[in-house]
């Protein structure tokens, strides 16, 4: 499964972002989706995740901010992002667990993307 995201960019503070990711590929079923970011100089953290039946997570400092969504027909994944703070400023990546029916057994696997960036100006 190849995941791309897009919808990154330059906003001020207070503004909002609607980030996308597709995912495509073949023979595949995927279970849960996760939106992770990287700011500069820092680890990867998770930011929130989906379930294919839409239950959704979110870390404790962008709930209420933060809304991860999905369209299973279409193999989307959308992370809106409201009230945008300076601090919200990395890389956001998207990442899918996936079934691939083509493998024995029906293997489980984790894709990612390459990242969109995000950047919030004080």
């Known amino acids: 499964v190849q995941l791309v995201e897009s919808g990154g960019g330059l906003v001020q503070a207070g503004g909002s972002l609607r980030l996308s990711c597709a995912a495509s590929?073949?023979?595949?079923?995927?279970?849960?989706m996760d939106w992770y970011r990287q700011a500069p100089g820092k680890q990867r953290e998770w930011v929130a995740d989906?379930?294919?039946?839409?239950?959704?997570n979110y870390e404790d400092s962008v709930k209420g901010r933060f809304t991860i969504s999905r369209d299973n027909a279409k193999n989307m994944v959308y992370l809106q992002i409201n009230s945008l703070k300076p601090e919200d400023t990395a890389v956001y990546y998207c990442?899918?667990?996936?079934?691939?029916?083509?493998?024995?057994?029906?293997?489980?696997?984790?894709?990612w993307g390459q990242g969109t960036q995000v950047t919030v100006s004080s």
């Open positions: 989906i379930t294919s039946g839409g239950k959704t």
């Open positions: 590929g073949s023979m595949f079923s995927i279970n849960t």
């Open positions: 990442s899918a667990d996936y079934v691939d029916y083509s493998t024995i057994g029906h293997r489980n696997f984790r894709s």
